[in-house]
T-cell receptor
Framework: KQEVTQIPAALSVPEGENLVLNCSFT??????LQWFRQDPGKGLTSLLL?????REQTSGRLNASLDKSSGRSTLYIAASQPGDSATYLC????????????FGKGTHLIIQP | EAGVVQSPRYKIIEKKQPVAFWCNPI?????LYWYRQNLGQGPELLIR????????DSQLPKDRFSAERLKGVDSTLKIQPAELGDSAVYLC?????????FGPGTRLTVL
């Protein structure tokens, strides 16, 4: 059974810092990996999708990397802003194509102004 | 482009009562998912539809949960009867192929 772990569970940093969120998964036979953010009381917003053949994806100040062989992904946030405060969730596909996602518990991020 | 729409946003019921959640996916997305998210946890898949067909319902508690997706567009998830442990956020997502897009969720409180 696939298990996804996110470290740290919570993180608080001053505005402007660069930071890294970690995600690990036990079964390396994934199809893709997706990073989401969730604001309190809201649904999930897709940030980045990395397919198994890719090593990284970038969107603005966000960069996600994937190392399938070691079962790890990182989300790098550059020049953090208070608006980045949210819970960040990592999820992997259970099989091919449109299979359901297996999620970690998330990293609760607070950016101090 | 309109996102995934869910209603109601909040629902409070007493245990043993029935409850239903509605989802309208993004236009053109053939795949639809229902997830349940407990407090402090990541979402867990309940059921996946490809058009009208439920292709993965292995995690759906079939004794009290049911779902349907008539005409391959809107979907309804029902719980009957609800139990205290069903209190959670129920999320609907849709996908055109690989990336999943989520709705705002329905927060269910069972008293």
């Amino acid at each position: 059974k696939q298990e996804v772990t996110q470290i740290p569970a919570a993180l608080s940093v001053p505005e402007g810092e660069n930071l890294v969120l970690n995600c690990s998964f036990t079964d390396s036979a994934i199809y893709n990996l997706q990073w989401f953010r969730q604001d309190p009381g809201k649904g999930l917003t897709s940030l980045l999708l990395i397919q198994s053949s890719q090593r990284e994806q970038t969107s603005g100040r966000l960069n996600a990397s994937l190392d399938k062989s070691s079962g790890r992904s990182t989300l790098y946030i550059a020049a953090s802003q208070p608006g980045d405060s949210a819970t960040y969730l990592c999820a992997v596909s259970r099989g091919g194509g449109a299979d359901g996602l297996t999620f970690g518990k998330g990293t609760h991020l607070i950016i101090q102004p | 482009e309109a996102g995934v729409v869910q209603s109601p946003r909040y629902k409070i019921i007493e245990k043993k009562q029935p409850v239903a959640f509605w989802c309208n996916p993004i236009s053109g997305h053939n795949t639809l998912y229902w997830y349940r998210q407990n407090l402090g946890q990541g979402p867990e898949l309940l059921i996946r539809y490809e058009n009208e067909e439920a292709v993965d319902d292995s995690q759906l508690p079939k004794d009290r949960f049911s779902a349907e997706r008539l005409k391959g567009v809107d979907s309804t998830l029902k719980i009957q009867p609800a139990e205290l442990g069903d209190s959670a956020v129920y999320l609907c997502a849709s996908s055109p192929l690989h990336e999943q897009f989520f709705g705002p969720g329905t927060r269910l409180t069972v008293l």
